[in-house]
């Protein structure tokens, strides 16, 4: 079955959600320059709602060893999604112990990863000009890029996913698991409940290209 993560959680009814329809991950964001970041003590608010369900995975971007710190004091994650070069991926890989997910962005097979180091990778479009984010821009990747890849870790694809899309998405790209957060999303940076469901029947009913 086709694995999903709903990134950018930031309200009790997202999170709620994605218990329900048994995300294998939810994604907190720890970037005060998403719409959807959250602090530390607010993840550990929402993650305290349900003691199981999905994994918890923080995104950072270019963090400190500090600030991953201050956020591990403060709530337990599962994974760092973490924009970063490869030699930095490996050393908070490391330094904390903690699985550990590179971002990639990607507009042309010679942008996609040839050696592992971390456990595994999120695969999406560079970002935009322009754009003041590395990820969660609502533009999806070229699907085509990725398929027959021999990834050397695990691997979930992201970038412009939606419930109408996705599944083209999985079949294109190959993709057995998928990373969303505008795509459910109604209002800029909140997630609706009934498009994280949409999300999930579409996603898991996919058939993938293989």
């Not at 999903?4 to 939810?26: P, Q, S």
């Not at 990639?104 to 999406?124: H, N, Q, R, W, Y």
Request: net charge positive.
């Amino acid at each position: 079955m086709i694995r999903v993560k709903i990134c950018g959680i930031n309200d009790a009814a997202a999170f709620d959600t994605a218990v329900e329809i048994r995300a294998d991950w939810l994604g907190f964001v720890f970037f005060a320059r998403s719409p959807r970041a959250v602090t530390g003590a607010q993840a550990a608010a929402l993650s305290a709602r349900h003691a199981g369900g999905p994994l918890r995975v923080g995104l950072f971007v270019a963090p400190s060893d500090a600030e991953i710190a201050a956020v591990l004091a403060s709530v337990r994650l599962d994974v760092l999604q973490l924009y970063v070069d490869a030699p930095r991926a490996v050393e908070v890989r490391a330094r904390f112990g903690v699985t550990v997910w590179r971002a990639v962005g990607v507009a042309s097979a010679t942008d996609l990863p040839t050696a592992a180091g971390v456990d595994g990778f999120v695969i999406e479009p560079k970002p935009p000009a322009g754009a003041t984010r590395p990820g969660g821009n609502a533009v999806a990747l070229d699907w085509t890029i990725p398929a027959g890849w021999h990834a050397p870790a695990p691997w979930l694809l992201a970038g412009g996913l939606t419930p109408e899309n996705v599944a083209e998405a999985i079949r294109a790209a190959g993709a057995s698991a998928v990373d969303v957060s505008s795509g459910v999303e109604l209002v800029r940076g909140r997630k609706d409940p009934a498009l994280i469901r949409a999300f999930a029947r579409a996603a898991r009913g996919a058939i993938q290209a293989f």
